[in-house]
């Protein structure tokens, strides 16, 4: 259902979307018609800039209706969401293979490399909550000035504990420092030290930490 939403919303209205498991690091004015493939050959569709009215949009919707009047699968997350966006944008574009594009070439549609909204693959993922030798790997990717945002896969996230000090507390910090507070707070907020002296976010409260 969201994926109808978030697409319906941006063909009226216009603007940018995020998911709630999307940290902003920067101001995203910049970016017009944008979106940032994930794999070779697909967009996510976690962070959204569009214009009103956009084509691609619209073709999206028509995808969507398509494939719920043909047979809806609840089961498939992908399908009415990132692959109608990137099966739209390959129509529009009349590509057989999405690739990294500028406004000018089609339809002021603007293809970002994966990096600059999901510099963190889901395989890499897990390392973001902890604090490891691998976490700087983490580290020295997240100082490329190209990366606007970080998507964090709540859905295969959300029971990981999180360590002290690990990249995700330390970005916390930074980019959501007034609901961070609240959060290490056990009294008020559902927070569990653990006896490795990690912290585990409920699902409850990591929904809040990034609104």
Known sequence: MSDFIRTALLYKYGGIYFDLDVIPLKIFSSFINAVALESIDGVNVAV????KQHLVLDIQMDIQLMLVNKQFNTLCWNCVGPSALSDALKRVCDDKILHIRSKEKCHDIDIQPSFVFYPINYHQIPTFFHNSKSSNDIYDLLKN??????H???HMTMNLPIE???????IAQIYCPFVYEQLIDQKEF???????SKYFFTNFSILLFVL
Do not use: M
């Open 48 to 51: 959204l800039a569009f214009e």
């Open 145 to 150: 000035s190209s990366i606007y945002s970080i």
């Open 152 to 154: 964090y896969f709540h």
């Open 164 to 170: 002290n000090f690990s990249p995700f507390v330390r």
């Open 190 to 196: 559902l927070l569990e030290k653990t006896k490795t």
